[in-house]
C-alpha cells in the first residue's frame, strides 16, 4: 500500500513541472525567510501544492512539516542545495524529486548566481472518508491547470 502510494505521488507530481503563472488560481504569502517567497498553487483538506522562488544566496532555515503525511519538495530552475535531517547539504536538480515524512526536519538554499524555482507538494490525509483518494484529487486538479510533464526521480 506504501509503495502503490508513493508511486501515485510521484505520478501525480509528474504533471506540475512547470506552472504557467496565471493558469492558477494563487495566493501569495509573505516570504517564509528573507529571498524565499511562497505562492500557494492549491491548498485542499487532502493536498497543498505550493511554488517557492528563491533570490540567489537565499536560504530557507531548516523546519519540519508536521501537519502532513508527506511531503515531495522538487527543484524546477536555478542551483539549489537540500539538507535533509542530519544529512549533509545535497546538490538538488531541476526535475529531481525529494521524499519526506511528516515531520522531517529540512531546510535549503540557492548556491546559484540566478532565480530558483521549487515545487513542494504535501499529502495532508493518506485517506479522507467519502472522498477521492488524494492522489486522484492532485493528478485530475493539476491536469486541469493544463501543466506539461517533466522527469523525476526518486530521492528518498
Aim: net charge positive; no cysteine; glycine share 8%.
Amino acid at each position: 500500500m506504501k509503495r502503490s502510494l508513493i508511486r501515485g505521488i510521484i505520478a501525480a507530481a509528474s504533471v506540475v513541472m512547470i506552472v504557467a503563472p496565471a493558469s492558477a488560481q494563487t495566493q501569495t504569502t509573505a516570504e517564509a525567510d528573507p529571498g524565499v517567497r511562497l505562492t500557494r498553487l492549491i491548498d485542499r483538506a487532502e493536498v497543498r501544492v505550493s511554488r517557492l522562488e528563491i533570490e540567489p544566496g537565499a536560504v530557507r532555515r531548516t523546519h519540519a512539516h508536521n501537519d502532513v503525511e508527506y511531503h515531495l519538495w522538487i527543484p524546477l530552475e536555478g542551483s539549489l542545495e537540500i539538507t535533509i535531517g542530519p544529512d549533509r547539504p545535497t546538490p538538488a536538480a531541476p526535475g529531481q524529486a525529494f521524499f519526506l515524512k511528516r515531520g522531517t526536519s529540512h531546510g535549503f538554499r540557492n548556491v546559484g548566481s540566478t532565480k530558483a524555482a521549487v515545487f513542494e507538494i504535501f499529502i495532508k490525509q493518506a485517506t479522507t472518508a467519502g472522498a477521492d483518494s488524494p492522489i486522484d484529487v492532485l493528478a485530475s486538479t493539476l491536469g486541469a491547470l493544463g501543466q506539461t510533464s517533466g522527469n523525476l526521480q526518486m530521492h528518498r
